[in-house]
């Protein structure tokens, strides 16, 4: 039987600089995976990070990954053609299954983009499969705009705003917190347009109490947790909330069920 706690060696293929403290690895993986998922990364002597995956290839995932500690410190030292310790896919991810055929919109804020990023890919690829699409990223100013080159292929495919808290007077592009967009999203039949919300936890609130108010059913609504996975297993009860474990039973939950998690 395998140890599921046992990490394996994962070759970097590619670093991709996004920020001075963001960047993406693209790690050698090949197996089931989804947006939404997470991997623990970790570096002997220093612990593991838990790291949603940012994309998705046949024979990689990507992890976009923020330097705030000493985990992350470490794996930015770590660059092409090293090797990571990673395991996983953990956790319940986005499934396309539950958006096809719709009308999709995705509202990020920062960082936020990373998990629902694999979403957007694949249906900027496949753009029949779904009605249309809108994209509302936010950012806090131009200079922590993540996936500006994906931005540039995105908007062959769908609508994308691309906003940003705070902004020199020079500068040229949509300003202010995503929820002053939402009311002007054109929404063709509130019953079947689904809404992927993904950020800080404030962001998230608001977002969704604006979603509502365009009379959109929360079973339609989709979110992700942000909690410290430690296990990935449900096991060290790091990420519980009430009877839910985020690591097994999210990042992503239903709005309607993630509602109810309150620590």
């Not at 600089?17 to 963001?22: F, M, S, V």
């Not at 949603?52 to 794996?75: E, K, Y």
């Not at 539950?98 to 936020?112: M, N, Q, R, S």
């Amino acid at each position: 039987m395998n140890n599921p706690y046992l990490p394996f060696p994962s070759r970097v293929q590619e670093v991709i600089r996004h920020t001075d403290i963001e960047y993406t690895f693209r790690m050698s993986y090949s197996g089931p995976v989804r947006p939404g998922q997470f991997f623990e990364v970790s570096i002997p002597k220093y612990g593991e990070a838990p790291i949603s995956v940012s994309g998705i290839g046949s024979d990689f995932v990507d992890l976009t990954i923020r330097r705030v500690g000493a985990v992350t410190n470490q794996i930015f030292e770590h660059y092409r053609g090293s090797t990571l310790l990673i395991r996983g896919p953990y956790g319940n991810g986005f499934r396309t299954e539950d958006y096809d055929g719709k009308e999709l919109f995705v509202i990020a804020g920062g960082t936020g983009l990373s998990p629902v990023k694999g979403i957007v890919d694949h249906y900027s690829a496949h753009p029949r499969q779904i009605q249309g699409m809108t994209l509302v990223a936010g950012f806090k100013t131009p200079a922590d705009i993540l996936f500006r080159e994906d931005f540039d292929r995105w908007e062959q495919a769908m609508t994308v705003i691309r906003t940003v808290d705070t902004a020199p007077e020079d500068y040229e592009g949509p300003v202010g917190l995503v929820t002053k967009y939402i009311p002007e999203l054109s929404v063709s039949d509130p019953a079947q347009a689904v809404f992927l919300i993904v950020g800080p936890p404030a962001m998230m609130k608001f977002t969704v109490a604006e979603v509502l108010k365009r009379d959109i059913p929360e079973e339609n609504i989709w979110i992700s947790q942000e909690r410290k996975m430690c296990c990935g297993l449900g096991k060290c009860g790091h990420c519980r909330i009430g009877s839910a474990y985020v690591c097994l039973d999210g990042p992503v939950f239903r709005y309607d069920e993630g509602k109810t998690l309150v620590d």
